[in-house]
């Protein structure tokens, strides 16, 4: 194999793999990437069985070939050279990485022993504007949890539903719910509960991309834009559904700035003990954020609010209360709250295209 590649291209395509596909595993096979080098240019490719994905770079191909290398040296050198063009070319055992003034080389692995990236058998698949899932995924990926031990909240539920796509997730303590435009392009509905993790990083190389589309097979979810693709093994996770959420309950309704809220309560948190619990106190033309005396202080912040029907008290976890805010960030917030330790639920009086539900379940606040 033997290729000459824009260095910025070429760094960039290997920094998105190891992020799709992070070398965690003591197997080199699996922690290794895969590079084709064809008349079209050159492919890196990578999977640790449970998820794959491949990134496509423009490159002048000189031999064709086929080699499987180390792929985050390969990332961190590619990274760090200031060379403007790179060469990459097979020399004995070794992949070598060339510039004018310089020369690394990686060892080159056995690529007989390598699983390869499986193809899809998709059942259903569409499209949806790579803005509005990175807009979705901003909010409904950070809301799965993180604790393996958990598996089947540690992923997003994608589900089309008609011509929207919903995207669900939830940590037991709070659920976010996100519905976008969605084109189906078959007549299965797509279904399938995703890790977050793998989600999380497809929103940030999706921003700008105009279309991206997602297939579902029985057991896999892959997502393809221009130049990537990414594969994964799915869960069991139609339970993850507000379904079985009393939602209906509402009896006082707030509107208020979700930037004051949100500051308010970081600024009022400061003043609480280490689980950080704040009380919003609805007032007959205002909203109280405040904390319960202790021994570590205590703070109230009066904000601006327009409430409707009875007064309450509901008690949050700060931090839980502050990323249910962000997603409203630079406008206004409903908060829907029911009596009791029944959810409330935050919204937007105006939604955009990409729509946000927040359900976010009280604390039971210190005596």
Excluded: C
Excluded at 108 to 118: A, E, F
Excluded at 230 to 246: Q, R
Excluded at 258 to 284: C, F, I, K, Q, Y
Excluded at 296 to 318: D, F, I, M, V, W
């Amino acid at each position: 194999m033997d290729l000459t590649a824009t260095t910025a291209h070429l760094a960039a395509a290997s920094a998105d793999l190891v992020r799709l596909v992070p070398a965690k595993l003591v197997d080199p096979v699996l922690a290794g990437v895969v590079l084709t080098a064809a008349p079209a240019g050159l492919t890196l490719s990578a999977t640790d069985r449970e998820r794959s994905a491949s990134v496509e770079s423009p490159a002048i191909v000189h031999t064709e070939g086929r080699v499987l290398v180390p792929a985050k040296p390969l990332a961190e050198t590619l990274r760090a050279l200031g060379d403007d063009r790179v060469r990459l070319v097979v020399e004995g055992s070794r992949l070598a990485i060339r510039t004018d003034t310089a020369r690394f080389a990686l060892p080159l692995l056995d690529i007989d022993l390598h699983p390869g990236v499986p193809a899809n058998q998709e059942t259903a698949h569409g499209t949806v504007s790579g803005a509005h899932l990175a807009e979705a995924l901003a909010t409904v990926a950070g809301t799965a949890s993180r604790d393996d031990a958990l598996p089947l909240f540690t992923g997003v539920r994608v589900r089309a539903e008609g011509r929207e796509l919903v995207l669900r997730a939830t940590d037991r303590y709070r659920m976010a719910i996100a519905t976008i435009p969605w084109t189906p392009a078959g007549e299965t509905d797509l279904d399938a509960l995703v890790p977050a993790a793998l989600l999380q990083e497809i929103g940030k190389q999706v921003a700008a991309e105009p279309a991206v589309e997602l297939r579902t097979s029985a057991n896999s979810f892959t997502a393809t834009w221009p130049h990537s693709t990414a594969t994964t093994a799915v869960l069991d996770g139609t339970f993850v559904s507000e379904a079985n959420i009393v939602l209906s309950k509402v009896d006082t309704t707030v509107e208020t700035d979700a930037d004051a809220l949100s500051a308010a309560a970081r600024r009022v948190a400061l003043h609480t003990n280490p689980r950080g619990v704040v009380t919003l106190e609805v007032g007959d033309t205002h909203l109280k954020v405040r904390t319960t005396p202790d021994a570590e202080g205590e703070a109230e912040e009066h904000l601006k609010a327009t409430p409707t029907g009875g007064r309450t008290s509901p008690s949050y976890q700060s931090r839980y209360l502050v990323d249910a805010l962000r997603p409203f960030a630079g406008g206004p917030v409903t908060l829907a709250i029911q009596p009791g330790m029944r959810a409330t639920i935050l919204t937007t009086p105006e939604p955009g295209e990409v729509k946000i539900t927040y359900i976010l379940v009280p604390i039971r606040p210190q005596s």
